[in-house]
Each structure stands twice: as structure tokens, then as C-alpha cells.
């Protein structure tokens, strides 16, 4: 069945697998840590976040293996697997706020594809979106260092592999109605400025 998929079709698919366990880990560490161990599982997550990296970035994946090799060495692999979020909030930092310093942000870009002639309004409001996700992705990298750190293994996996998603949707739905009402704003504002010429002319 899967080998009468196209090459690039298993790759995508293969993709999407490790997008969706990289979604629910900590869900996938809950059930499997009590069965196989820590260590185990701290090499399936290197390997996956080796093979993840851009192919021009590779070679900087071999730095985890001394990193598996200490974590394992101290007994603390399993803080290893539970800092996992913590480093996807702080790369998804990283990644937005880059373009707080050197425009245009990714959420302008994204805008750019269905509207390439962005207003300047639109192009404030993208910054301002920028920014408030920027601030979620710093307390929701800090909660989740709390949990890895001080909260038992259910509380941790709950939040970072349930609770943080219906945050993420209450963003995105929020985000959403927000963005239709400050356009039907700015529409009702051409609207008035067209009748206004409209009437001087």
C-alpha cells in the first residue's frame, strides 16, 4: 500500500507524522514513558528534530548527540523530553520577533500572499499581531519551564500537549473577529472619505 505512493508523496506524508507527534509529545510521553524508559524515548525525539533541521543545517544536529549522552549520563533524560515545548516556544520567539527587527514580520508576509498591496494600516496591524503573539509564546515558553521543572508528569503533559492548544485557538479565534471589525472600519472609512469627495467634487 505505501510503496505505490510517489517518493515525494512519502515524504510529505512522513512530514506530516512527525508534525502531529511533535504536536501531541508530551501526550505521546505521558503513555509511552511509564512502558519504555526516558533515554529511549530522548533519542526518538533528537532523531526527529535532527531530521527536521534544513539539509544546510544538518551537520548542527550532530551536537545533540553529546547533549542525549549527558542528559542520559545524569539521570536526567526525562527533563530532557519535558523541556521540548520549552524549546518550541523559544524557536517560535525567536521566529517571530526576527521580524519585529528586521520587517516585514511573518504574519506580514502571510498577508502579502492574499493582499500583495497591504495597506499602511494593515501593515501596523500585522506588527501589533506580531507582537501579541510574541508576548504568548514568552509566558506560555515560561509556563511550560514550570511545569517541566516543578509539576508532576500529568499536569505537564496535559497542558503542553492540550491545554496550550485551546490557548493557541483562543488567539487565532480572537485575533480573527478582532481583524473583521478593524476592517469593516476601514472600509466604512474609504466609504466616507469617497461620498466626501463625491460631494466637494
Do not use: K
Not at 504536536?23 to 531530521?51: C, D, E, S
Not at 490557548?167 to 473577529?177: K, P, T
Request: aromatic share 12%; net charge positive.
Amino acid at each position: 500500500m505505501i510503496s505505490s505512493i510517489p517518493p515525494h508523496g512519502r515524504n510529505r506524508l512522513l512530514w506530516l507524522a512527525v508534525a502531529i507527534i511533535g504536536l501531541v509529545w508530551p501526550l505521546v510521553v505521558h503513555f509511552l514513558l511509564p512502558h519504555y524508559g526516558a533515554w529511549p524515548l530522548l533519542m526518538v525525539l533528537a532523531a526527529a528534530a535532527w531530521w527536521r533541521l534544513p539539509s544546510a543545517q544538518r551537520r548542527w544536529g550532530w551536537s545533540l548527540v553529546p547533549l542525549v549522552l549527558l542528559l542520559t549520563a545524569t539521570g536526567s533524560a526525562e527533563l530532557g523530553l519535558r523541556l521540548w515545548p520549552v524549546v518550541v516556544n523559544v524557536a517560535l520567539l525567536l521566529l517571530f520577533s526576527h521580524g519585529l527587527r528586521h520587517p516585514p514580520t511573518l504574519i506580514e508576509r502571510f498577508a502579502r500572499r492574499q493582499e500583495p498591496d497591504l495597506p499602511p494600516h494593515a501593515v501596523r496591524y500585522t506588527r501589533r499581531v506580531t507582537q501579541a503573539w510574541c508576548i504568548f509564546f514568552a509566558l506560555n515558553g515560561a509556563i511550560a519551564l514550570f511545569t517541566a521543572i516543578f509539576a508532576d508528569l500529568d499536569v505537564w503533559a496535559w497542558y503542553n500537549g492540550g491545554i496550550v492548544y485551546g490557548l493557541m485557538l483562543a488567539m487565532f479565534a480572537g485575533e480573527w473577529c478582532l481583524r473583521q471589525r478593524i476592517r469593516r472600519r476601514a472600509e466604512a472609512a474609504m466609504r466616507q472619505q469617497g461620498e466626501a469627495r463625491h460631494d466637494v467634487s
